[in-house]
């Protein structure tokens, strides 16, 4: 009796690599990253700046200048490699059947266009029997659906006549109107207050549930990705160093970065004694990276492994449970507990 094979993720992500070469050196963004997702399933990468969160992005999407950068490894969407298509399919599916949010829509939206023209713009490019008036319905339409009041009105205004939030609305409109699989939201509530944010985050999950999209949330807030996302990433220097769905990640982090991030982040279901704790240190230079676990000059568990084997041999990314891996020398066991003395927390 055979065994059924495994169906296709709709995206997945195989041993990707993005280096660049400079005149200081060889910078390796991104060092052999492996994810998966499914339709209507929302990923969270977080980890501090320069860990290759936005850059693994931006290679999903073939924004990356082949010329400047060096690419390897499998990008696959319905099991088609975006890394071995021709430039003119990935603009054909981008903005299409993959779309981004960027973290500054003042910087992203262009200043001397009106919003509805750039949506426009963006139907016509992949809709090309499209009039202009059935675009501009379409665009309408999409900025009512984002919850831009006065739409009809609205959509002939430029960008700077929208506020912050109102802007980072209209992006997510742009990004939505061709019906797009996957959606990629790169910080998409920096520089927004609570309120705003709490607004545009229940905003991307209801719009997942209407289209039914598969959505990438790149953040270094885990705050946000609590809130919105199925499954965690935690990238560091290049790497993922913890993988698992939200509860995992939450309730019983495995990786000493990961203990890191979490106690640097104030909760509101503790009373907290003692100030926050925050990481020592700075990531490492992605040219001049540490030897062994790239975490080791700012870890304070090294005493937890014998033979100095943080310093002298990285360790892999091993399954930590059935729904989790870590990239971490110190014993799985002594990982649950310490994350049981650190949070309290029960699975």
Known sequence: ??????????????????????????????????????????????????????????????????????????????????????????????GNQMAMVFQDPLSALHPYYTIGNQIIEAYRIHHHGASKAQAR??????????????????????????SGGMRQRAMIAMALVNDPRLLIADEPTTALDVTVQAQILELMKDLQREFGSAIIIITHDLGVVADVADDIMVMYAGRAVEKGSVKDVFYQPQHPYTWGLLQSMPRLDQVRKTRLDPIPGNPPSLINLPTGCKFNPRCGYQHEVADSLCTTREPDLIGASTTSSARCHIDPARRTQIALELFGAKK
């Open 1 to 94: 009796m055979t065994t059924a094979s495994r169906p296709q993720p709709f995206l997945e992500v195989k041993d990707l690599h993005v280096h660049f070469p400079t005149d200081d050196g060889l910078v390796k963004s991104v060092d052999g990253i492996s994810f998966e997702l499914e339709r209507g399933s929302t990923i969270g990468i977080v980890g501090e700046s320069g860990s290759g969160k936005s850059v693994t992005s931006l290679s999903v999407l073939g924004l990356h200048r082949r010329s400047k950068a060096k690419i390897s490894g499998e990008i696959l969407l319905e099991g088609e490699d975006l890394l071995t298509v021709s430039d003119a399919r990935i603009r054909e599916l981008r």
């Open 137 to 162: 319905k379409r665009a309408i339409e999409m900025l009512d659906r984002v919850g831009i009041p006065n739409a009809h009105r609205r959509v002939d205004a430029y960008p700077h006549q929208f």
